[in-house]
């Protein structure tokens, strides 16, 4: 295995162990053997590691539609739905190109009618994937049968958030504050459908 290889499985084994891990040059490197000047060589920067290893971890997901892998539990899946759709985004240059993409295509130009249907049309279509994932885990017992509108906008907002954060310049890596955001996430809306209201709810 060459040295890069077994520098990001190490570093993928040590989150997978401690999704706090700080990944520093020195616990990593050790872990996968290298000298520290090595993994510098191929990691200049921790920032460069850690966005790394969040790239691979995201072309590894399982392919197809991981809401129906039944091998998983519920918030395994979900989270992994939810990492497949940023995934194509990147980070650093590559999220800021996309998101220069879409600032030209529907953010500059005024809203004029064409420019507004292909926007919700877009819109419409990411709406109908999340509310089939959150089907599916009704279907399944793990959320509540009915309208999941509520839950489909809030993951909606959040999978925006994180790729705008994704193109922004930030102080860390986005690999752990996403995967804890993403988390959050998934926790809240499976906690939230999993039981109703106590009392009578607000008109």
């Not at 995201?58 to 979900?78: A, F, V």
């Not at 489909?152 to 690999?175: D, I, K, Q």
Request: charged letters at 25%; proline letters at 7%; a neutral charge.
């Amino acid at each position: 295995m060459e040295t890069r290889e077994k520098i990001l499985q190490a570093a993928a084994e040590m989150i997978a162990e401690d999704m706090t891990a700080k990944l520093s040059v020195r616990a990593v490197a050790a872990r996968a053997g290298v000298s520290t000047g090595s993994l510098r060589f191929h990691f200049p920067t921790q920032r460069a590691l850690q966005d790394s290893l969040l790239a691979r971890i995201y072309d590894n997901l399982l392919p197809g539609d991981p809401i129906r892998d039944r091998t998983l539990p519920p918030h395994e899946r979900l989270l992994n739905c939810l990492r497949q759709v940023l995934a194509p985004l990147g980070t650093n240059k590559d999220a800021r190109t996309a998101w220069s993409t879409i600032y030209r295509n529907f953010i500059e130009p005024e809203p004029t009618g064409p420019v507004r249907a292909a926007y919700l049309a877009h819109e419409r279509e990411a709406e109908r994937l999340v509310e089939h994932w959150l089907a599916v885990l009704a279907g399944e017992g793990a959320l509540p049968p009915g309208d999941h509108t509520r839950n489909v906008r809030f993951l909606l907002t959040v999978l925006n958030g994180l790729s705008v954060e994704r193109a922004l310049p930030t102080r860390e890596s986005v690999l752990i504050a996403e995967t804890e955001t993403l988390n959050a996430a998934v926790d809240h809306v499976l906690s939230t459908g999993l039981a109703p209201s106590a009392g009578p709810t607000r008109p």
